[in-house]
């Protein structure tokens, strides 16, 4: 049983029928008095109860005057003696229903709609620019990287052909000559020459450096393609000599002029 005569105000608290300035009194009191924290505790449920009920469920069909008390309730306060309360007429108690918004119209002049975007489609198609510019921005990334890794591949150069014929002999050569970073390499291809003969090419640069460019038999056809390479670039090139292996030279190809 309680002792404390400050319950009786636990319902207009719960209710929250109090004022301020009495609300923040007894919340005072109610930390220091263990007999109003139980009360409270026991009747916490009771305004959650009462929004389940309402006037209907009490008429059985009494006169309206007589479903309302004739004397008003008394509620003792801290701070105030016990005031009159005073019920509303019945038709208040009853909550009216909130008419739905119209839809809105359109105006005759209107003639553009403006589509709405949701908030989270919105969200979504900024996600999806985000991720694309991620994946651009990685793809360069990756690109760039492997383009400074992978060396340029090298351009494939035509080269230039040098010949010339022996008129005694009308052994002809053609060299075609493929510059490099190494030096360069000669193509050649060598028509008329004696089969069973070996023979050789030496050339020759501006300064008078020479270099063997390989030996080769001459039994081939007239035209295949004879490979030798030279460290010597072809800007420096001066002229190149054939020679047997008997060291004569049966045809020499100079630099073309100019």
Not at 98 to 109: I, K
Not at 188 to 214: F, L, Q, S, T, W
């Amino acid at each position: 049983m309680n002792n404390c005569t400050q319950t009786v105000t636990l319902g207009a608290y719960l209710l929250g029928a109090l004022e301020p300035p009495e609300r923040y009194e007894f919340e005072a009191h109610i930390a220091g008095c263990d007999s109003c924290r139980t009360e409270l505790i026991r009747l916490a449920p009771l305004p959650g109860m009462l929004n389940q009920i309402s006037v209907e469920d009490f008429d059985e069909g009494l006169h309206p005057g007589e479903l309302y008390p004739t004397a008003p309730m008394p509620i003792q306060t801290l701070a105030a003696p016990a005031s009159k309360t005073v019920l509303p007429p019945p038709e208040l108690l009853v909550p009216r229903e909130s008419p739905e918004p119209a839809p809105p119209r359109d105006t005759p002049g209107s003639q553009d709609t403006v589509e709405f975007v949701p908030p989270q489609r919105n969200r979504y198609r900024r996600v999806l620019v985000a991720a694309a510019v991620v994946v651009a921005v990685a793809l360069g990334s990756v690109l760039g990287w492997q383009l400074l890794r992978e060396p340029p591949a090298e351009v494939a150069d035509p080269g230039i052909t040098w010949s010339a014929t022996a008129p005694e002999s009308d052994v002809r050569v053609d060299v075609r000559l493929l510059d490099h970073e190494w030096g360069t390499e000669l193509r050649m291809k060598i028509a008329n020459v004696p089969p069973g003969r070996r023979c050789y090419a030496i050339v020759y640069d501006h300064y008078g450096r020479r270099e063997i460019a390989g030996w080769w038999g001459t039994d081939h056809n007239s035209g295949e393609e004879i490979v030798a390479p030279t460290s010597f670039q072809r800007s420096k090139i001066a002229r190149i000599e054939f020679k047997l292996e008997d060291e004569i030279t049966f045809l020499t190809v100079p630099a073309p002029v100019g």
